[in-house]
């Protein structure tokens, strides 16, 4: 063929063309300059690294007649004839040249010395997949080489390598690339062939490389094959099959915004220009973890190897996103790109996990709930409230009360309840006992806090369980509108310190009504567990004792259902 790939044709020949491996060259060009070899390497790393570069560029420099600084000098007759086909030097396939008899072949070649080289070089590429047997019947060799003989083993998988062998090496570990160090290689690559990738597309090419230099420039070609001499920014995004910056940020603000339909329909436009649904998928979990990072580290730049501007624009949005909701998207994004390799149809489980994303209140977990929370509090901000000196809605509690989720809802004929439901656009949907369900409008009720007038005695004796566990209720009205909320709510709080695990079910409460001189306490069917535990003798009468403490005239009475 005439046309060579750009990661044959700009293979590094020497030490300085290698790049981010500093660490490894130095030392290895200080022991050629001191004549301080071993008999055997390992070179460990990911792929495209230059492990078999930098075995190849050593091979050449042990056998330079006139070693510059310990690089090769490429003008010898031993730099000129090192070439592949050189027969002292060796590479060997360990992925297709495994077995024992492979290895004895080798052993055997191994007993003769050079023909017109110094040193004979074994380079075994891919070791950790040489069979146990294979790798015994080399160590004996491995330890007490020829002085003439050096092996260099590179492999992706050290630790699949017997460590007998790991022993008998010196060991370099190659690190992965970074966007930086692919970039400006990449450009000196294009100055020599006369064609050009704008600087946004060449760090979309070095995020796609993932620390690997010859996969960028296997993308760089590709691109170029594409383009001509010279391609855009949106070529390199086409060509990936990734999706722009701008798109991400617009998908993750209709996620956080709970804007549902906006983030369909930009799905929707995502399948259509024909990108992989599993691409999409990734790109966007990088971006919520570039946000999560920014949120979480005052100085990230490292980490997200990014430019300024987009530094400075990820930090921008992550001030509109709690770490819980990213978090949560995290999370569920990261467990649907596996669901979504076995799934035969990828669209309809992204579009699910795109609503809970946007639906945190459809979620019963920690996470989800920290999440409502936080968008609450930054309602309450941005409208000029703040949740320390005013109190929230009835219905904006709900996130906070017991563990199951619950809370008091007034009677329905109750006057109270209608003029609530009247002026906070309080929904009914009916659910499977029968009690209505309530839900919130937020958009119309984050600015309306309850005032004295809308309460009637009935409601009153409602015990808002949550906060007066928490601590955190209604001040008002406990302390000048109603004498019976903080009953219940002081109940729980003695009998935390006397009896944790009590305290622990009595929280599962779902309602606490003042009936005559009567406490009449409702556990749901959900909480019988806890209903038990309770009203077992024991722990019944230390619950009266602790009322009987409060208010001498009150009795208590516990209720399933």
């Known amino acids: 063929m005439s046309y060579q790939a750009l990661y044959r044709e700009f293979r590094p020949r020497r030490f300085s063309e290698l790049v981010g491996q500093e660490h490894i060259t130095t030392t290895l060009k200080n022991q050629i300059k001191y004549n301080n070899l071993s008999h055997a390497y390992l070179f460990c790393g990911a792929r495209g690294t230059g492990k078999t570069s930098t075995a190849k560029i050593f091979s050449r420099a042990l056998n330079c007649l006139s070693p510059d600084d310990g690089e090769p000098c490429g003008k010898c007759q031993n730099c000129h004839s090192n070439s592949e086909n050189d027969i002292d030097i060796v590479e060997l396939d ?324 209608c003029t609530i439901k009247a002026k906070h656009n309080i929904k009914e949907a009916p659910i499977a006992n029968g009690e209505p369900e309530v839900q919130d409008s937020i958009e119309q009720t984050q600015n309306i806090p309850i005032s004295s007038d809308v309460a009637s005695s009935k409601a009153e004796k409602q015990l808002y369980l949550g906060n007066d566990i928490q601590g955190n209720f209604n001040k008002a009205k406990a302390d000048k509108e109603s004498p019976y909320a903080p009953v219940w709510g002081a109940l729980c709080k003695a009998l935390q310190s006397k009896n944790f695990a009590l305290f622990q079910n009595a929280k599962n409460a779902s309602s606490a009504i003042l009936e005559e001189n009567i406490l009449c306490v409702r556990f749901s069917q959900t909480f019988e567990a806890a209903y038990n535990s309770l009203n077992t003798k024991k722990s019944f009468e230390l619950l009266s004792t602790l009322l009987k403490k409060q208010n001498p005239e009150l009795q208590l009475s516990l209720r399933l259902g």
Not at 183 to 204: F, P
Not at 269 to 279: A, L, N, P, R, W
Not at 299 to 322: F, H, P
Not at 368 to 395: C, D, T, V, W
């Open 94 to 417: 360990a992925a297709s040249n495994r077995g024992v008899e492979e290895m004895r072949l080798l052993l055997e070649k191994a007993r003769f010395t050079p023909f017109k080289l110094r040193y004979k070089v074994y380079i075994i590429d891919e070791a950790h997949m040489l069979t146990p047997e294979a790798a015994s019947m080399l160590l004996k060799t491995l330890e007490e080489p020829p002085e003439y003989m050096i092996f260099m083993l590179a492999t992706t998988e050290p630790q699949k390598i017997p460590a007998t062998i790991i022993s008998r090496c010196q060991r370099f570990d190659f690190r992965r690339l970074k966007v930086i160090n692919i970039v400006e290689r990449l450009k000196q690559i294009l100055n020599l062939i006369n064609k050009t990738i704008d600087e946004g597309g060449l760090l979309a090419i070095a995020g796609a490389a993932d620390g690997s230099m010859r996969d960028a420039l296997s993308l760089a070609d590709q691109c170029l094959s594409f383009c001509g001499n010279h391609v855009s920014e949106n070529d390199v995004y086409d060509v990936l099959g990734s999706m722009r910056p701008d798109f991400l940020f617009k998908m993750t603000d209709a996620l956080f915004k709970s804007d549902t339909a906006k983030a369909l329909l930009m799905l929707d436009e995502v399948v259509k220009g024909g990108k992989d649904i599993g691409v999409f998928a990734s790109n966007l979990t990088q971006h919520i973890r570039a946000l999560l990072l920014v949120k979480a580290c005052s100085t990230c730049s490292d980490l997200l190897e990014c430019t300024t501007d987009a530094l400075e624009r990820y930090r921008s949005q992550a001030k509109l996103c709690s770490e819980a909701g990213l978090l949560r998207a995290l999370e569920l994004l990261t467990h649907t790109q596996n669901d979504l390799k076995w799934i035969k149809l990828p669209r309809i489980l992204f579009e699910a996990v795109l609503v809970r994303i946007c639906l945190p209140e459809n979620e019963q977990n920690l996470l989800a709930l920290s999440e409502r929370i936080s968008r609450l509090e930054s309602l309450l901000q941005k409208n000029g409230h703040s949740s320390s000196e005013e109190a929230l809605p009835l219905e904006l509690h709900a996130p906070d009360i017991g563990t199951n989720g619950s809370f008091i809802i007034p009677e329905k004929n109750d006057s109270a309840f």
